[in-house]
């Protein structure tokens, strides 16, 4: 990657870059997937480096593992640590009230268990990802590869009776073959286009034989940050009802552009 950085990757790394002060020496710090939590790893080990900052890193998936070690960030896994002070992670889509859509990178089922086992989520962002209502982007479901067709069946069933405005189910594919999660599971992403009740329909998911998780996050995320190319950023913090705008201080010696691409 070029030392200038193109918009899109100054917006992720602005929000992940605010999302750092919410890290204090000694935590346990969920680290989660995808390309904006990857900007987030490498500004953490930034600081591991250069101020000495001391944490350990429970990665959700064996993507951020790896990047986590090249950054030289300190990683456990959940059962080492059993709880976890903060973790921060991205979000395909989020609404008004921060119930968020997760699972494009595949990680949902390891990203919404240590998400509840910390006492608070930040998720990291673009204003891209904001919506009125969730279903835009494609609900991933998790499933077991045996019966998998059943359980595409009986999520299909039930989706008649839900206030979606689409039901189109499709298989997940890695080129030629069937993505497999780092449980071995497949994905079903759900073409729902809007979800009118995601509270109902998470429950309903959940209750299909063969479904492991779904990637509907309620009630989870506690604060979202949305980074924008000209280094501001919107802090939206629900649990105080607040909503702030700051300025992410980009120092002219920031070197994390350079650092291994996504």
């Avoid at 930040?122 to 077991?144: M, N, R, W, Y």
């Avoid at 030629?176 to 599971?185: F, L, M, P, V």
């Amino acid at each position: 990657m070029s030392a200038t950085p193109n918009p899109i990757d100054m917006a992720k790394y602005v929000s992940a870059r605010r999302a750092l002060d919410y890290v204090q020496d000694g935590m346990r710090v969920g680290l989660g997937t995808g390309s904006t939590a990857a900007w987030m790893v490498r500004s953490l080990g930034e600081m591991i480096r250069q101020d000495g900052l001391r944490v350990t890193g429970v990665p959700t998936s064996t993507r951020t593992a790896e990047l986590a070690r090249q950054c030289g960030v300190p990683i456990a896994t959940l059962e080492d640590v059993k709880w976890l002070d903060l973790t921060i992670d991205g979000a395909d889509e989020f609404d008004p009230d921060l119930a968020l859509i997760k699972g494009g990178g595949g990680a949902l089922l390891q990203e919404k268990i240590v998400a509840t086992a910390s006492d608070m989520m930040v998720v990291i962002t673009d204003k891209s990802k904001q919506v009125d209502h969730l279903g835009a982007f494609p609900l991933p479901v998790e499933v077991i590869p045996f019966g998998w067709q059943t359980t595409k069946a009986l999520i299909e069933e039930s989706l008649i009776g839900m206030d979606v405005a689409g039901r189109s189910v499709t298989l997940r594919l890695n080129r030629d073959a069937s993505y497999r999660t780092d449980e071995g599971n497949l994905i079903l992403d759900l073409h729902l286009r809007r979800i009118g009740n995601p509270r109902q329909l998470a429950l309903v998911l959940n209750q299909i034989p063969g479904v492991v998780e779904n990637g509907l996050f309620l009630d989870i995320c506690d604060v979202v940050i949305m980074g924008d190319a000209d280094g501001g950023v919107e802090v939206r913090d629900i649990n105080n009802g607040t909503v702030t705008y700051e300025k992410v201080d980009i120092q002219d010696d920031d070197n994390i552009f350079v650092a291994v691409a996504d």
